[in-house]
């Protein structure tokens, strides 16, 4: 699957959703906060908030499911592969009392997706309480840190291309045609992130605006 991004208003909140999750009351309370919500078949994760954060959504009894089977660790293997800020949402009360399993399991799950997959858990009372959770956590990236929102491919790359188009791919407002592009006009990663704003812009669908966030991306210093 191609990189997917869209262009949209500075000071809107977009948010990819898989086509399932729209079968939930979440993607209705999101839309209730100004915030376009877009539906897409995401082969990794449930909502994309921005570039770098996907998410898993489960209510305690998936969770529980996907725990006896083993597929929440390869689902979760799948998003941190997939993105630089993976986080996973447990929804709803009660996930000790759901099923006749002993609490200690479940807290050694919990504890192998924090401490050995190193991904952040949110825990949520209702659907209406993850809206406002991915909503804001949306708005925090995507107009706060002036992040860009777009969707990658599960496949990692294999090749010495592919890393290289994969890693020009991660500059704002860079998606696939345009990496192709950039790799194409300056040769390798390094002549790009040494180029200047002007000769950025002589790439084909790079203006002053994007030049200029790829030029302050590459050498700002993040205090």
């Not at 191609?2 to 909140?13: A, L, T």
């Not at 100004?34 to 969770?63: A, H, M, T, W």
């Not at 659907?127 to 959770?133: P, R, V, Y």
């Not at 992130?193 to 200029?212: P, R, Y």
Request: include cysteine.
């Amino acid at each position: 699957m191609d990189e997917q991004r869209i262009i949209k208003d500075e000071e809107e909140v977009v948010i990819f959703a898989d086509n399932r999750e729209f079968r939930s009351n979440v993607v209705k309370e999101i839309a209730l906060k100004d915030c376009l919500v877009k539906p897409r078949q995401l082969e990794v994760g449930d909502y994309i908030l921005s570039d770098r954060v996907g998410v898993e959504r489960k209510s305690c009894n998936d969770f529980l499911s996907s725990v006896f089977d083993n597929n929440i660790f390869k689902q979760l293997q799948n998003l941190k592969d997939s993105f630089e800020k993976p986080l996973l949402i447990i929804e709803g009360d009660g996930l000790y009392g759901k099923r006749d399993v002993h609490p200690n399991s479940i807290r050694g799950a919990v504890a192998s997706i924090g401490i050995d997959l190193s991904i952040p858990i949110i825990w949520t009372n209702s659907e209406e309480d993850t809206a406002s959770f991915l909503y804001w956590i949306a708005k925090r990236e995507q107009i706060d840190e002036e992040r860009t929102v777009s969707i990658r491919g599960k496949r990692k790359p294999s090749t010495l291309e592919d890393l290289q188009r994969f890693l020009v791919a991660g500059l704002p407002g860079v998606d696939t045609k345009m990496s192709e592009r950039l790799m194409e006009r300056f040769g390798t990663p390094e002549e790009i992130f040494t180029a200047s704003a002007d000769e950025l812009k002589e790439v084909d669908g790079i203006g002053d605006k994007t030049a200029n966030k790829i030029r302050r991306v590459l050498t700002e210093k993040v205090d």
